[in-house]
């Protein structure tokens, strides 16, 4: 097992354990075990993808970074560990929202309707 040196990512991964069981939502322990990787081997999600894998008004769910690489056509909910600037520029541009995925816990503590893009 790899050991986070982080302490924002280490406290991120014990919060999204301690949901997962109070709240009985699986998708937040696979989230908290994709973010035990090591840095190198975490998702790196271009908009292109997310455009292509999504309707509008979607939330997502990056566990890892989103880069800007293409265009983001309709408006979603992007939750992800970072953003690039430019990412984030485009979603708010078409009127997405940027969150932190400790954010989209609050919002929606059973993960219902959130799709996962790696």
Same mark, same amino acid.
């Given at each position: 097992m790899v050991t986070k040196t982080n302490p924002k990512i280490t406290k991120l991964i014990k919060s999204l354990k301690e949901k997962s069981y109070q709240e009985e939502a699986a998708i937040w322990k696979e989230i908290a075990c994709k973010l035990e990787k090591p840095t190198r081997r975490q998702a790196e999600v271009n908009l292109s993808k997310i455009n292509r894998h999504t309707q509008p008004d979607d939330v997502v769910l990056v566990p890892g970074k989103v880069l800007s690489s293409g265009v983001l056509d309709h408006k979603v909910q992007v939750a992800a560990l970072d953003f690039s600037l430019k990412a984030a520029e485009k979603i708010d541009k078409v009127g997405g929202e940027i969150l932190d995925i400790d954010a989209l816990v609050e919002k929606n503590p059973k =993960?219902? =309707?959130?799709? %996962? %893009?790696?």
């Open positions: =993960g219902t =309707g959130v799709k %996962i %893009i790696q």
